[in-house]
């Protein structure tokens, strides 16, 4: 006795027939997916090409390169002339601010994670509220513990995972540096005798985690002071055997132009970071401001 099995002929996932329509609809939503991709990149440039202020008593540099597909980097500056700041003396981690009228420069710089429309829209986004509370609050751990819990509230269970934020707020007239930063890289602050200190302070990506306190530290400066803000971009830049540029990198091209004026240091530092990578392309944004007390 034996039997016998006729195999199933399995079922086309389409017709010929339905593959023009098919096609017709993958065309469609590619182009309307690279309408919205160029619309987020002039929307990005538009943010990054802002002219910088000008401020007695120092000098500023930024410049931005962009990713191939486009990342989510960001920064901003507000100058500000404050009549009442926060008094936050019972709070850990927040600075009192004692002064009632003077001059600020905050400067912000940040980084959406992941690339593409979703990212460019975060990044937008986070640019605008971080904007806004850093014109009503004086307090950079209080501008991001704000922040954080109203981006979470449009990130949460969507395909951006967290933002990175470094806040820092400039007293003109005393030369304070007060900081704090959420999961970003610590900014270098290069002394004029070579000598580098990392602007370190803990907060958590923002996004992830309601209520997060950031701590906020206070950093004197003195004139031929320089403070590097950048993003990940630079030091996790990589060439074609996979190498990183690396923070070790980064800091020996500091020095190498600490006689060069700002905006020539920071075309050099650009410079170097395609040379090494040579690829024609980055994989993720790259951003750098340089402060620089006159």
């Known amino acids: 006795m034996f039997c016998l099995w006729k195999k199933k002929k399995k079922k086309p996932a389409m017709t010929f ?3 023009p329509k098919k096609f017709q609809k993958a065309v469609f939503l590619a182009e309307k997916y690279a309408k919205e991709l160029a619309m987020a990149n002039k929307v990005q440039k538009r943010m990054m090409e802002k002219k910088l202020p000008r401020i ?25 002339d ?12 927040i600075v009192t601010y004692e002064d009632k009228q003077d001059e600020y420069l905050d400067i912000i ?14 990044m937008a986004l986070s640019a605008g509220i971080i904007s806004e509370l850093g ?37 003109l007239n005393t030369k304070v540096l007060y900081y704090a930063k959420g999961g970003h890289p610590a900014p270098l602050l290069v002394h004029k005798d070579g000598v580098i200190e990392e602007l370190n302070a803990d907060g ?5 985690f309601e209520d997060e306190q950031y701590e906020e530290k206070q ?31 980064f800091q020996k091209l500091i020095l190498a132009n600490q006689e060069e004026t700002v905006e020539k240091a920071i075309s050099n530092i650009f410079a170097e970071v395609k040379k090494f990578c040579d690829c024609g392309s980055l994989s993720d944004d790259v951003s750098l401001v340089i402060l620089e007390i006159k």
């Open 56 to 80: 007695k008593g120092v000098k500023i540099a930024k410049k931005f390169l962009p990713a191939e597909v486009m990342g989510g980097d960001f920064y901003g500056f507000l100058t500000e």
């Open 219 to 249: 950093k004197p400066l003195v004139k031929g002071d320089r403070v590097y803000f950048y993003t990940d971009g630079i030091v996790e830049a990589r060439n074609k055997q996979k190498n990183f540029f690396g923070l070790e990198k």
């Open 135 to 171: 014109r009503r609050l004086k307090s950079p751990a209080e501008v991001l513990r704000y922040a954080n819990n109203d981006i979470l509230g449009y990130i949460e269970n969507s395909e951006v995972p967290f933002v990175t934020v470094f806040y820092a707020s400039f007293n």
């Open 17 to 19: 027939e339905e593959l």
């Open 204 to 208: 958590a990506f923002l996004g992830m």
């Open 82 to 93: 404050f009549d009442s700041c926060m008094q936050k003396t019972e709070t850990p981690g």
């Open 109 to 122: 710089l940040g980084d959406v994670a992941g690339h593409g429309v979703s990212s460019s829209l975060v």
